[in-house]
C-alpha cells in the first residue's frame, strides 16, 4: 500500500521540535501529507525525549496505543526516534517493540528518509530540501534553528551525551543557510540551539564563535530577532554579553542554567560551577545588558539534597530574581553517575519543593512584570488568540493586543495596561514596521 499521509508526535525539547520540522518538510518533498491524528497517518513518527521520567512514560504510553493501531492495520509504519533510541544501536528495544517498523537516532532524519525510499514502494522521490518549511508551519513566524548537536558535558544527572552523542557544532554556512532560507519563507525570529550553545566553535578552531555566528546571523534580511540557548556559566564569555549589548536584533533574553544553588549540590552534579561563579556571571549580566531577562532551570530532589541544601536554591531565585524558572524534580537516568546513587528525596518532598518554587518564582514574575504596566514595549506579533493578536517582548514576554491593522511578523509598539505573572495586555499605540 502507497504511503499517502503522516503524523509526527513530538516530546522534549526544542533541538526535537526543529528535528520533527525537517522530517516534515522532507516527507512532503516525498509526497506525504500532514494529518493532525495518528488514526488518519499511513506513517507515524514518535519523536522521543528521556531527560525526565515523565516524559519517557508518555512515549511508552503512545507506543501501547500504536500498537493496537498495528493490529488492526498492518500496513501501518511506525517509527520510533530521537533520544529514547539513541546514537548506539539498542537490541533490547527493539526486541521489546517488535511491531515499531524503523528505529531512528536523535536528528537521524536522512536515516528514516533512506529507510522509507529503500522499504517502501513507489513513493514519488523529489529532492529534499529539509529548511522548507511543512505545510502545517507555513505561517511561523519564529522558528529553532540547531547550532550544536549533542553534547560533551557530562552532568551527573544528564543522559543527554549517552542519547545525542558528542558535542559537534554545524558549519556556519549551514546554519546560515536555514536561517536564510526560513526567512525567505516568512520567518522573522530565530532561536540558535544547542545543549550548551556558547561553546559553539570550539570543536572547530578555524570557525567562528557564537558570538561571531549571532553577527553573522543578524546581517540576514529582513530577520528581525535572534535568540539562543541554553547557556552554561562556564562557556558564556564577556565577547558574547558584548555582542548581545551591541547587536539590536539579539534579544536581551538569556537562558543560563543554574540547577541548583548549592555548592556541594553543583559539585556532586558536576557543574563545574559555584552559586559564587553563578552570581558573579549574573552581575557581569546586569551591567553589560541592563535590560537583560534571566531565565535559568533548578532540579530539586537531587540524590542526597538536604532541606538546607534546597533553602540554597530557593535563596537563589530570591536573591537573583529571575524572569522565569524551568522547575524539575529529579528523576534517576540510567547510565549517568547520579542513577547509582540512592534516589533518596521521597517523591511527596521533591513536589512540595518544586510547588514551593513554582510559588515563589510566579510571585517575583507577578512583580516584575507589574512594573512594566504603563511601559511602552516591543512586540513581535506571531499569531491571533481569541480576536487578540499575540507576541513576545524582546525579554520573551507574553504580551496580547489589539489592533486591526498588525499582523504576524510585524513589529508593534504596545503600551502594557494589565499584568500578571505569565502574560501581559495592552494597546497598540505606533506601528513601526512601514
Known amino acids: 500500500m502507497k504511503l499517502r499521509t503522516y503524523h509526527i508526535w513530538t516530546i522534549g525539547c526544542q533541538m526535537n521540535e526543529a528535528d520533527s520540522r525537517h522530517l516534515a518538510a522532507q516527507l512532503e518533498r516525498l509526497g506525504l501529507e500532514a494529518v493532525l491524528e495518528p488514526v488518519e497517518a499511513d506513517l507515524v513518527v514518535l519523536n522521543t525525549c528521556v531527560v525526565r521520567q515523565q516524559a519517557e512514560n508518555k512515549i511508552y504510553g503512545k507506543l501501547g496505543s500504536l500498537r493496537k493501531m498495528k493490529q488492526q492495520r498492518p500496513h501501518l509504519v511506525i517509527a520510533l526516534m530521537g533520544c529514547l ?102 520567518v522573522r525570529e530565530v532561536m540558535l540551539l544547542g545543549q550548551i550553545v556558547d561553546r559553539y566553535g570550539l570543536d572547530r578552531p578555524d570557525g567562528p564563535d557564537l558570538a561571531d555566528l549571532l553577527n553573522q546571523v ?146 517575583i514574575q507577578e512583580r516584575k512584570n507589574a512594573a512594566l504596566r504603563g511601559c511602552l514595549v516591543e512586540v513581535l506579533v506571531e499569531s491571533e488568540q481569541k480576536g487578540r493578536w499575540q507576541g513576545r517582548t524582546p525579554q520573551n514576554k507574553i504580551v496580547f493586543f489589539e489592533g486591526a491593522e498588525s499582523g504576524p511578523g510585524r513589529l508593534e509598539q504596545v503600551r502594557i495596561e494589565w499584568t500578571g505573572p505569565f502574560s501581559m495586555i495592552g494597546k497598540m499605540e505606533l506601528l513601526s514596521n512601514e
Open 85 to 186: 533510541v539513541g546514537v548506539k544501536d539498542n537490541p533490547a528495544l527493539r526486541a521489546k517493540y517488535p511491531y515499531v517498523d524503523v528505529f531512528v537516532p536523535p536528528s537521524g532524519v536522512d536515516e528514516l528518509v533512506n529507510h522509507l525510499l529503500t522499504h517502501v514502494p513507489a513513493l514519488d522521490h523529489a529532492a529534499p530540501d529539509e529548511y522548507e518549511l511543512p505545510v502545517l508551519e507555513r505561517n511561523a513566524i519564529t522558528a529553532f534553528v540547531p547550532a550544536v548537536l549533542g553534547c560533551s558535558h557530562a552532568c551527573a544527572y544528564c543522559v543527554i551525551p549517552l542519547r545525542r552523542g558528542a558535542e559537534q557544532s554545524r558549519p556556519a554556512e549551514e546554519v546560515l543557510r536555514e536561517v536564510s532560507m526560513l526567512v525567505s519563507q516568512g
Open 218 to 363: 543578524c546581517a540576514i534580511p529582513d530577520l528581525l530577532r535572534v535568540r539562543f540557548l541554553t547557556s552554561h556559566p562556564n562557556w558564556m564569555t564577556d565577547k558574547l554579553l558584548d555582542a548581545v549589548a551591541s547587536e539590536p536584533k539579539i534579544c536581551p533574553q538569556l537562558e543560563v542554567a543554574a540547577q541548583s544553588g548549592n555548592n556541594e549540590v553543583l559539585r556532586r552534579m558536576r557543574r563545574g560551577y559555584t552559586r559564587e561563579k553563578y552570581l558573579d556571571l549574573v552581575a557581569r549580566i546586569r551591567r553589560r545588558i541592563p535590560d537583560a531577562a534571566i531565565h535559568t532551570d533548578i532540579i530539586v530532589g537531587f540524590p542526597g539534597e538536604t532541606e538546607e541544601q534546597y533553602r540554597d536554591s530557593y535563596r537563589l531565585l530570591e536573591e537573583v530574581e529571575f524572569d522565569k524558572v524551568h522547575i524539575a524534580k529529579y528523576s534517576p537516568r540510567p547510565g549517568t553517575s547520579a542513577a547509582q546513587e540512592d534516589d533518596d528525596v521521597l517523591e511527596e518532598e521533591k513536589e512540595r519543593r518544586r510547588k514551593d518554587l513554582d510559588d515563589f518564582q510566579k510571585a
